[in-house]
């Protein structure tokens, strides 16, 4: 099976940028839990993988020690493009360097890909949701 590491390279960033954004530095030693979201459970899966801590007692490559630095460093500055920029360009190199690995994570089914929602509220005591099922009461005339 011949793997487009460039594209799966691109394709993991998001999930595993969203999984070291909701957990930090702690994102590689963090038990999934059922409550976790299934992308940053996705993300922490990648991360495992390609650090070589999905397999206790085996030792660690170059690249997989490097990768978990900038995982590291962008724990502590989660909104440094370089940095995500970095993530991108040594998971392309450990994917290259490891074709087992871009193999089996290119089988994986995938959630839905990682989004970013901005959501704006303008006013004294303005509301503001991502969805709203029900009632949203500011206090005023709630009779």
Not at 13 to 37: F, K, M
Not at 42 to 54: A, S, V
């Amino acid at each position: 099976m011949s793997v487009d590491v460039v594209q799966l390279a691109q394709d993991l960033a998001p999930y595993a940028t969203t999984a070291i954004t909701a957990y930090g530095t702690a994102v590689l030693a963090r038990v999934e839990s059922d409550a976790a979201d299934a992308t940053v459970s996705f993300g922490q899966r990648i991360l495992r993988r390609l650090t070589g801590r999905d397999t206790p007692g085996t030792e660690t490559t170059a690249e997989q020690e490097a990768l978990a630095g900038t995982v590291c460093d962008l724990a502590d500055a989660p909104d440094d493009a370089d940095l995500a920029a970095v993530l991108r360009v040594q998971v392309r190199r450990l994917l290259t360097a490891h074709p087992g690995i871009a193999a089996d994570i290119a089988g994986w089914a995938r959630p839905a890909a990682p989004t970013t929602v901005t959501i704006t509220t303008s006013g004294e005591r303005s509301p503001a949701v991502q969805n709203n099922y029900g009632t949203i009461s500011t206090g005023d005339s709630t009779i």
